[in-house]
């Protein structure tokens, strides 16, 4: 009976002790291979992007364009991305022709200029444009009907109609691929034709040239390019800062276009959304640019302000038309 | 280790196993009924979320591509009112229809843009904005409100244009009109447009990025599956290690008790712990072990007791063979106290035999030595007689004197009879009366012997039964005894049988020898009777003849010489029987006396007192 006993309590001892280790070396395994199999889906990274992207068009938003190609080609050691200006239209021409991937626009791409459904608008930032005179004319501000009288009807010809010295006024004009022209004559002149020194190149350096060389010379360009061989003035009273363009009492602004063709390639969707990262928008804040984050609410639900002065703008112009430029 | 019940400090113990692996399967059930659900419910949510997100795409679209087609119109419509009011006579009822429908277009765009304003953007839904954020696309939202600002501001320039175009028209300035609608409605309405595709194809960007939102998500929830797999099994196997603990450690506790006592530890027990079927394995294991233990115990014991009581008996035993019949051994209820008792009833038979034997002996030593004297009487008589004829009998004191182991007295003895019937001188009728006497002496002395004899005869019996009984006693005391160890006692016994065997050879001899004395003896009486008779009857003829007795006397002289020849030789015969039976006595006597023995009232006692 002892040994009967014995040998039993063995056999289950034995049994006992073997339990555990098959089941479990399975199932751990099992686990493992799951692991592994669902961690080796989500490969696509975006770090090892290549090839090389040509930007072209508005020489206001050229500055942020090219510094932000410059950091972007320094955190990607292989893409090369090339930034030319050339005026905004001829950047919406070069895109919708294939020459370059990204064009560069401070107006907004006409559909019936350009159809292409797959047109698309990246607003990177808003430029605020500002009237420049050359450091001689002490004239600290204009309305908005004397900036019209001077550079559409050429009824204020000389500085001191509008309380500046006796010096002729010398309008510079820019060419039609200019989008800061166009902006100008959509926010500022209601629509009207300039008359004035037209320039051969839409350069908003060349604009700065002009109007800090000429003597009695008004002309517009974006605070992307403002320096101190010009005097910024205001406009009924009016400076280009970001607070009054919020509040919608300074209406000579625009918005900075980056219209693409295709987002599916991952660079220009990787370009586009670093245009966008806070770095870029700083960096735009630090050159006169507005970044766009700021400008949240900007038209939404502020919608009276802004209206009312548009409004103004067309019924004052509305009586007074003079000369039409068909060129638009 | 003495095991003792202990109070558990693991309640699982104190359940039994069935219930424990129950409440363990259903928790290790509940845990994955849980992960299936957690990953299942995940999954649910976002694929509704992404649902919602795209029938809201979907009727954002439509209503943005419907606020396009409005843009459309009202472009086409000032210009279609500026061409009815160029007509000579301009319908002022066309002009106002035309106007309504343009203010009633405008209307429905700031319808849909307030819509779209109020209830469409991302901001007012942070689930939308939570999925996008998944994907990566955080910006979205920001971008959104930039659109929708730029599209506003579009919206807006081109209404104050329109505004201005329709207030010409409908004042008639038709060449104002058609400039304004040209440098201003016209690309401001562009303008606008292009701001609401801008909108419309921020939708489709939306929607990519729900789709990688939606793709994280699934590896999202990959990762899920996996984690709440893993936990799942983790619980689980925990689950399992802990009621497999609860088991195999004990087990295991139990099985080292068991190799302990396997090799000899009899001391070590189960710790018993909890209330479960293996503390009750373990309880009656270790109860199992004590009576184990007790019996190990009681059987060592009993073979010490055993072991002592067969050396007292082996010691009586020797006590015994050496002759010493008085030992008594203790008697007990265990196979050596049977046998002791056995031994003790073979010891007192003996013994009895013995005395039995020695009392025999006493006897025939008695009635041997008064049969010699008989005899002597008798040659005695004889030779009285015989010499009153004649001088002297030549033949006796010879015959007598031939005998070697003739012992003094008896020769003495027979040297006075012999003087007494030399002295003697009697006449015939004291012979008559002498013979007579003699015969009747001889007659009494036959029955005596022949009584004897018979006696003798049936205490040889009854001694040859006895020492048989003895023998087989012995041997079966022999066969009783143990054969291993046992085998010097066993030649002890086969002494005793030896023994035993000798006595009773040696009474069979003492039998045939009394059967041959008795025969002897009756013979010799009876020719002694025969010639007494004859001798009687010859000394009445001569008694009654008287004088002429002289021819007849020395007939019944010379019959009567021949007679006590012959008288005499039986004599002779009986004395060297009876001599051979004394000695014969003797040599039982001394082998009897070498025993030392119970008086026989102990021994009667001690045989029946069993």
Same mark, same amino acid.
């Given at each position: ?66 510094? &932000? ?89 000389? !500085? ?169 | ?17 069935? !219930? ?7 928790? &290790? ?22 649902? @919602? ?101 579009? !919206? ?110 009899? @001391? ?15 309880? #009656? ?160 002395? &036959? ?28 041997? #079966? ?15 002890? #016994? ?13 009474? &069979?001899?003492?039998?045939?020898? !009394? ?96």
């Amino acid at each position: 009976m002892d040994s009967l006993t014995r040998s039993l309590l063995s056999c289950v001892i034995k049994r006992q002790g073997r339990r555990l280790p098959v089941g479990g070396a399975f199932l751990i395994s099992l686990m493992l291979f799951v692991l592994l199999s669902g961690c080796t889906q989500p490969g696509v990274s975006a770090s090892d992007l290549n090839g090389h992207l040509l930007v072209a068009g508005s020489t206001a938003l050229q500055p942020l364009a090219t510094a &932000a190609a410059s950091l972007f080609q320094q955190q990607h050691a292989h893409v090369h991305v090339a930034v030319k200006g050339g005026g905004s239209l001829l950047g919406l021409q070069s895109l919708t022709n294939h020459q370059v991937n990204i064009g560069d626009s401070d107006v907004y791409a006409d559909p019936a200029v350009y159809p292409d459904p797959n047109l698309t608008d990246h607003i990177v930032a808003v430029i605020p444009f500002t009237m420049i005179v050359g450091p001689d004319v002490t004239v600290k501000s204009l309305t908005q009907q004397e900036i019209i009288d001077i550079f559409s009807t050429g009824a204020i010809r000389n !500085w001191k109609l509008v309380g500046g010295p006796n010096l002729p006024i010398v309008p510079v004009v820019r060419p039609v691929t200019s989008g800061t022209r166009a902006t100008f004559r959509k926010y500022i002149l209601g629509g009207r034709d300039e008359i004035g020194t037209l320039l051969r190149t839409d350069s908003s350096q060349t604009v700065r040239a002009t109007v800090a060389h000429t003597p009695g010379a008004i002309g517009y360009l974006a605070l992307s390019v403002l320096d101190s061989s010009v005097k910024a003035i205001a406009i009924d009273g009016k400076m280009a800062t970001a607070q009054n363009i919020e509040s919608g009492s300074y209406a000579f602004w625009g918005y900075e276009h980056m219209y693409t063709l295709d987002d599916s390639a991952p660079l220009l969707t990787a370009f586009l959304d670093f245009m966008l990262t806070p770095q870029i928008q700083q960096l735009a804040l630090r050159m006169s640019y507005i970044p766009i984050a700021d400008m949240k609410l900007a038209g939404v639900g502020v919608s009276g302000h802004g209206n009312e002065l548009a409004h103004s703008v067309v019924l004052t112009s509305s009586q007074e038309i003079g000369r039409r430029d068909e060129n638009l | 280790v003495v095991g003792s019940r202990r109070v558990s400090r693991n309640l699982l113990l104190d359940l039994p196993i069935t !219930w424990r692996l129950t409440l363990g399967f259903l928790a &290790a059930a509940l845990v994955a009924v849980i992960a299936a659900g957690i990953i299942g419910i995940q999954r649910e949510q976002s694929l509704s979320r992404q649902s @919602d997100f795209y029938q809201n795409l979907l009727q954002i679209n439509t209503s943005l591509n419907i606020g396009n087609t409005y843009l459309l119109l009202m472009n086409t419509k000032i210009h279609d009112m500026l061409i009815d009011a160029s007509v000579p006579v301009p319908s002022k009822e066309t002009l106002q229809a035309d106007q309504s429908a343009i203010q009633g277009l405008a209307t429905r765009y700031d319808a849909v843009a307030a819509n779209y304003v109020q209830s469409d953007l991302l901001d007012q839904h942070p689930d939308q904005v939570s999925l996008l954020d998944e994907g990566g696309h955080a910006s979205l939202a920001s971008q959104q409100l930039t659109l929708v600002g730029s599209t506003q501001r579009t !919206w807006r320039v081109f209404r104050t244009a329109q505004d201005a175009a329709l207030k010409d028209i409908l004042s008639g300035s038709l060449t104002d009109a058609q400039s304004l609608l040209r440098a201003q409605v016209e690309p401001t309405n562009a303008d606008a447009l292009s701001a609401l595709h801008a909108l419309i194809q921020f939708n489709q960007r939306i929607s990519s990025s729900v789709r990688d939102a939606a793709s994280v998500e699934e590896q999202n929830q990959i990762i899920t599956t996996i984690v709440a797999a893993l936990c799942a099994f983790l619980v689980i196997a925990f689950i399992g290690w802990l009621i497999s603990k609860t088991l195999v450690q004990r087990l295991r506790q139990l099985r080292h008790v068991t190799r302990a006592v396997e090799q000899g530890q009899l @001391d070590r027990r189960v710790q018993v712990i909890g209330h479960d079927e293996i503390a009750g394995v373990s309880a #009656s294991v270790n109860d199992m072990l004590d009576t184990i233990v007790g019996l190990l115990e009681e059987t060592e014991r009993q073979r010490a007791a055993l072991t002592n009581a067969a050396a007292h008996l082996f010691s009586d035993m020797r006590i015994v063979s050496a002759g010493d019949l008085r030992v008594h051994a203790p008697v007990g209820d265990d196979p050596i106290g049977l046998l002791a008792n056995a031994f003790n009833f073979t010891v007192g038979r003996f013994n009895h035999f013995v005395l039995h034997t020695q009392t025999t002996i006493e006897q025939l030593d008695t009635l041997s030595r008064q049969q010699r004297k008989h005899i002597e009487e008798f040659n005695l008589a004889l030779d009285s007689q015989v010499q009153t004829p004649q001088a002297t009998s030549p033949l006796s004191p010879p015959s007598i004197q031939a005998t070697p182991r003739t012992t003094g007295p008896l020769a003495g003895a027979d040297s006075a009879v012999r003087s007494d019937s030399q002295y003697g001188g009697e006449p015939a009728f004291t012979v008559q009366a002498q013979v007579r006497r003699s015969r009747e002496q001889l007659l009494q002395v &036959a029955r005596e012997s022949a009584r004897r004899l018979r006696f003798l005869q049936d205490i040889n019996k009854q001694v040859y039964q006895s020492s048989a009984s003895v023998r087989q006693l012995i041997q #079966s005391n022999g066969s009783l005894t143990p054969a291993s160890g046992r085998n010097y006692e066993a030649n002890r #016994s086969q002494s005793l049988v030896q023994e035993v065997q000798a006595l009773e050879t040696l009474l &069979a001899k003492l039998n045939a020898e !009394w059967q041959q004395m008795q025969d002897g003896l009756i013979k010799g009486l009876t020719s002694v009777d025969t010639m007494l008779k004859v001798l009687v009857s010859s000394s009445v003829r001569i008694s009654d003849t008287g004088p002429t007795l002289s021819s007849d006397a020395y007939e019944t002289v010379l019959s009567s010489q021949e007679f006590t020849n012959f008288v005499r030789s039986f004599l002779q015969e009986m004395y060297a029987l009876t001599q051979r039976l004394i000695d014969l006595n003797q040599e039982m006597r001394t082998s009897a006396t070498s025993f030392r023995l119970n008086p026989a009232s102990e021994v009667q006692r001690k045989v029946t007192g069993r």
